[in-house]
């Protein structure tokens, strides 16, 4: 077996070996990408010395520029249309058998005339417009003949319906007799109108992507020298351009080995850094959990979590507003406490801010918004706190986001408002933290305070069935649950937790409930019939047989707790003391009179044992008086201090002190002395 101090040493190990692995793959996560090391915002002055430009570099366009340069083009784009010549010799030579009845010296001008604007309007081509093309927004198409293109009018070509159109007012105003015009009209002319301009997707498609391909990234350079931004100066939207541009351009020379090697580096010391920092807090404010491996990982496992949740909008390319980095924090916070989830917050947001693009907006966001949920949600015991810190946490963060784009830009437009869509994202994903505490509850071993509230309730089977097995105890367990709150609400520390706790420490009584003296009536004691060191096992039983139960009924480790340590590791007095006096030549086995223990580690389960036994005592005094409650308060945790009952808690003995004074106080008042109600005089018998 290693002695303490390997253990010690094997422990620290073992947390430079997680924090290690963390910081590994937190900086594998990390975009392997030089960071600009000027932080800017349109509106704002510079706040750096004079920036020259370092080298050439292109002044690159924005995405708005380049957006209204690709919709420019998408307007201007002429659909191409393939020229069909088989279907004008076949449509014209069947028009002209069709005129053919009608053909005779005095109209064959007309009809010759006739056959000739059919072949006009061929010629011009005719076109049916796909649905895609809207024709309000074509001003010229290019008809591809003999792998030859040429770009003409729109309004040169004929639509069906246009050419319908024109050939009928050729007949119209052919000279034909009126009679001969209605007869080529029956003719039906839609029978020889057939678009021979047919309309080639895949090579409009390619012609505009080529177009797109040849736009400009960039409208002008910089030169090495020129000066870009001088000191105070605002930061306006050319200026914005420029920086941009500079900082893009920087990017792009970092490829060498060497300078990527060095930017490890440097996220290595980042990432480092921030996880010290986390180490740090909770080393000087949290060592319990600190020092607790199964704390240790699972809040050194959130951190990680909480980063790989803050990379993902960086790598699947979700905006960043909508990735619900609170996620964690609001675990942390409920299952810990809020201190430790202000921890986490802090941290977790210096290295997910080097994922946004406004790192400065986002963490500020982040931090207010995180500050937020922790103080909203520091006592949660119902669902609807939850929904109501999660919409804090949504205004938070709009009206953080709007005061900075007030601040940067002046002005908000309709764009600047989907972001609010992809806040309310966020938030509605927050709400899932609910079902997800209790996985982690069951895993970790935690216990939230609404487990609490629900395992507190009087209806709970296991409390039921102690109030009918053993009223007395259930009694007795209502009074120390009330003594213990009371008294850990003065030293702090967690009253819900402390008085579920005390509901729950002795319902290993429910268990042969006659042998304590609290259920016992008419005078009846097992114990007259019983050995002094078979009593004793039966008071003792109490407690393997609660922690059974409490297995039995799935409650959480942290309320077998106090049934476990309510006794310590203390003897059974009473039985002890009767034996050692009738026989005290004989050698007694001290383990058959001493609890397994083991003794409190925490303030809560300290003041329940010594709620428990003031209670106890308390209720056999003969006279209760203030007086006679305070020397047996005093004596009964004096004597657990002197036995050493409270050496592994986290208890003081100013804390001690204090609860001390809240017992008397207490108990004072619930046995405090009533004044006898006088007599109904018999005015017959005077």
Sequence with gaps: MPDKKTKRRLNALFRLLIMLVICIITVYLFPKVGSFQYEYQRGMSWRYETLNA??????????????????????????????????????????????HPYEAPTTHVALTQLINKLQLIYEAGILQ???????????????????????????????????????????????????????????????????????????????????????SLTQGMVQQGDVIITKRDLVTPEKVKILNSLKTEYQRNLGSTEMYMRTIGGQFMLVMVALMIFTIFFYYSKKRIFYNNREFIFLY??????????????????NMFAIPVL?????????????????????????????????????????SAGIVSIFSLSHLQRRSQLILSIFLVFITYALVYIAFILTQEGEIRITHLFALIWLLINCLLLTLTYPVIYIFERIFGYTSEITLIELSNPNHP??????????????????????????????????LLTRTGALYHDIGKTFDPIFFIENQSGGMNPHDQCDFDVSAQHIINHVTKGIELAKKYN??????????????????????????????????????????????????????????????VSRTLAVKTEENITKVVNDIIDGQLKDGRFANAEITFKDIAIVKRVFIEML???????????KLENKEEK
Excluded: W
């Design 54 to 99: 370092p080298f050439d570099f292109p002044i690159y366009k924005t995405e708005e520029e380049l957006q209204e340069e690709r919709g420019k083009l998408a307007a201007e784009q002429s659909p191409i249309f393939n020229l069909n010549n088989n279907i004008v010799k076949y449509q014209t030579n069947k028009f002209k058998t069709a005129l």
């Design 129 to 215: 417009l796909p649905e895609q093309l809207d024709a309000s927004k074509i001003k010229t198409i290019k008809i591809v003949e003999n792998n030859i293109g040429r770009t003409v009018d729109f309004k040169q070509v004929y639509t069906l319906k246009k050419a319908y159109a024109t050939l009928s007012e050729q007949i119209n105003h052919s000279g034909l007799p009126e009679s001969m015009q209605e007869n080529i009209l029956s003719l039906n002319l839609n029978n020889y109108l057939q678009p021979n301009l047919e309309f080639d997707a895949s090579k409009t498609s390619m012609e505009h992507l080529d177009r797109l391909k040849n736009i």
């Design 301 to 318: 496992g959130l951190f990680l979590a909480t980063i790989v949740l803050g990379s993902l909008g960086y790598y699947q390319n979700f």
């Design 327 to 367: 996620f964690f924090v609001i675990i942390v916070n409920i299952l810990i406490g809020s201190r430790s989830a202000l921890y986490l917050l802090l941290s977790s947001t210096l290295l997910i801010s080097y994922y946004a693009p406004n790192s400065y907006m986002f963490a500020f966001m982040q931090l």
């Design 462 to 495: 296991a409390l039921r069935n102690l109030t009918k097995k053993a009223p007395g105890t259930f009694q007795h367990s209502l009074m120390v649950a009330n003594l213990a709150e009371e008294a850990i609400y003065h030293i702090g520390g967690d009253p």
């Design 555 to 616: 409650l959480p480790e942290t309320i077998i707790n106090f049934i476990r340590t309510h006794h310590g590791k203390s003897k059974v007095k009473y039985f002890y003391n009767s034996f050692k006096n009738k026989y005290p030549d004989r050698e007694i086995d001290e383990s058959l009179f001493t609890y397994a223990g083991p003794d409190p580690v925490n303030r809560e389960c300290a003041v329940v044992m010594m709620a428990d036994a003031v209670e106890a």
């Design 668 to 678: 004072t008042n619930i046995y405090h002395s009533r004044i006898a109600y006088p």
